[in-house]
């Protein structure tokens, strides 16, 4: 079965800080989809990244950057030089192709607190 | 603007007393679906639509319902809430080509049932 773990469940830095979020996950397929999602105080889910399981090429945006490594089965998301603004509950999603390709198997997700 | 909305954005109501979540999307995607969260278990799948008239259960479909009679619409029907339906509600709508498409999440229900 699909699973994704979250060990984090409270991170806090300083602004400024870099930070990892780490996501694990679990699956017996061999094409699949990793997704992050921020959401913030205001509780909308933002979405982040859309990742497939062929492209193991780290990305970078802006702050942000992921790190797939499918030898580990994992997905780590960093924020570099952190913002209060980067507060927020963060999702980890895999994607599980038995809820007609579209269903999404989340982590518990991690939040953040990031104090000036 | 492309996006998916929900009506209410909070409930408070009563064990017993039927109730309708609506959800809308404009991207004209072809597949919607329900999640709640949860404190500690992350948001969990209640059904899925994948196009008009094909609805199918989720992981967590007991005591709701939905219908898809057209494709832009998709609501959430608990016909007798209780309180262990307290939860935070998400729709969300994506494409479907087969792949799995990025979900676009509606700004969420917060209900309570007393």
């Known amino acids: 079965a699909q699973k994704v773990t979250q060990a984090q469940t409270e991170i806090s830095v300083v602004e400024k800080e870099d930070v990892t979020l780490d996501c694990v996950y679990e699956?017996?397929?061999?094409?699949?989809?990793l997704f992050w999602y921020k959401q913030p105080p205001s509780g909308e889910l933002v979405f982040l990244i859309r990742r497939n399981s062929f492209d193991e090429q780290n990305e970078i945006s802006g702050r942000y950057s992921w790190n797939f490594q499918k030898s580990t089965s994992s997905f780590n998301f960093t924020i570099t030089a952190s913002q209060v603004v980067d507060s927020a509950v963060y999702f980890c999603a895999l994607s599980d192709p038995s809820g007609g390709y579209n269903k999404l198997i989340f982590g518990a997700g991690t939040r953040l607190a990031v104090h000036p | 603007e492309a996006q998916v909305t929900q009506n209410p954005r909070y409930l408070i109501t009563v064990t017993g007393k039927k109730l309708t979540v609506t959800c809308s999307q404009n991207?004209?995607?072809?597949?919607m679906s329900w999640y709640r969260q949860d404190p500690g278990l992350g948001l969990r799948q209640i059904y899925y639509s994948m196009n008009v008239e094909v609805t199918d259960k989720g992981d967590v479909p007991e005591g709701y319902k939905v219908s898809r009679k057209e494709k832009r619409n998709f609501p959430l029907i608990l016909e007798s809430p209780s309180p262990n339906q307290t939860s935070l509600y998400f729709c969300a709508s994506s494409r479907r080509d087969g792949l799995t498409d990025t979900q676009y999440f509606g700004p969420g229900t917060r209900l309570t049932v007393l």
């Open positions: 991207m004209n995607h072809e597949y």
């Open positions: 699956t017996r397929d061999t094409t699949y989809y």
